[in-house]
T-cell receptor, first 108, second 113 residues
Framework: KNEVEQSPQNLTAQEGEFITINCSYS?????LHWLQQHPGGGIVSLFM???GKKKHGRLIATINIQEKHSSLHITASHPRDSAVYIC??????????FGKGTKLSVIP | EPEVTQTPSHQVTQMGQEVILRCVPI?????FYWYRQILGQKVEFLVS????????KSEIFDDQFSVERPDGSNFTLKIRSTKLEDSAMYFC???????????FGQGTRLTVV
């Protein structure tokens, strides 16, 4: 059974700080997804990656397949980045197994 | 930008009543999903749907649940006889052919009283 663990559970940062959220998973996967959930509840897909690194604006996602580990980085954090960031693994059947999420609060 | 649309955004129902949650996936997508999130907990997979049939379902998706794609555009989740523990946010998602990101709807918050 695939388990997805995220750390930290909660993270408070000052505006401008560099942020890292970590994700580990227990079985081989076909892809790893990073998603963002805002207080209203809606979920937005940020990245899907199966190897290496992807960048979109101030967001960077990396994955190490051998270590079964992925990280999401936010550079120059801003209060509008405040949200829950969720890591989810995909293992062949296209369904996602979600982590519990990391609640990020960026303070001005 | 294309989006997944869910209705209603919030539904309150009495225990034992049937509810139907509706979703309009992105038009050229092939894979459709329902997920749920109980308040304060992680998102959980319920069911996936491909080629007009269920491709996979979780232990949560018991006989009280069913899905349909009645007219080629809508994708519905029916709960036959709701229980208090069915109270949750229900998310519909869709994705296209091959490896691709999933697109999620805004969710339907179901409250069973």
């Amino acid at each position: 059974k695939n388990e997805v663990e995220q750390s930290p559970q909660n993270l408070t940062a000052q505006e401008g700080e560099f942020i890292t959220i970590n994700c580990s998973y227990s079985v081989g996967i076909s892809a790893l997804h990073w998603l963002q959930q805002h207080p209203g509840g809606g979920i937005v897909s940020l990245f899907m990656l199966s190897s290496g690194k992807k960048k979109h604006g101030r967001l960077i996602a990396t994955i190490n397949i051998q270590e079964k580990h992925s990280s999401l980085h936010i550079t120059a954090s801003h209060p509008r980045d405040s949200a829950v960031y969720i890591c989810a693994s995909e293992a062949g059947s296209y369904q996602l197994t979600f982590g519990k999420g990391t609640k990020l609060s960026v303070i001005p | 930008e294309p989006e997944v649309t869910q209705t209603p955004s919030h539904q309150v129902t009495q225990m034992g009543q049937e509810v139907i949650l509706r979703c309009v996936p992105i038009s050229n997508h092939l894979y459709f999903y329902w997920y749920r999130q109980i308040l304060g907990q992680k998102v959980e997979f319920l069911v996936s749907f491909y080629n007009n049939e269920i491709s996979e379902k979780s232990e949560i998706f018991d006989d009280q649940f069913s899905v349909e794609r009645p007219d080629g555009s809508n994708f519905t989740l029916k709960i036959r006889s709701t229980k208090l523990e069915d109270s949750a946010m229900y998310f519909c998602a869709s994705r296209g052919r091959g490896p691709s990101s999933a697109f999620f709807g805004q969710g339907t918050r179901l409250t069973v009283v």
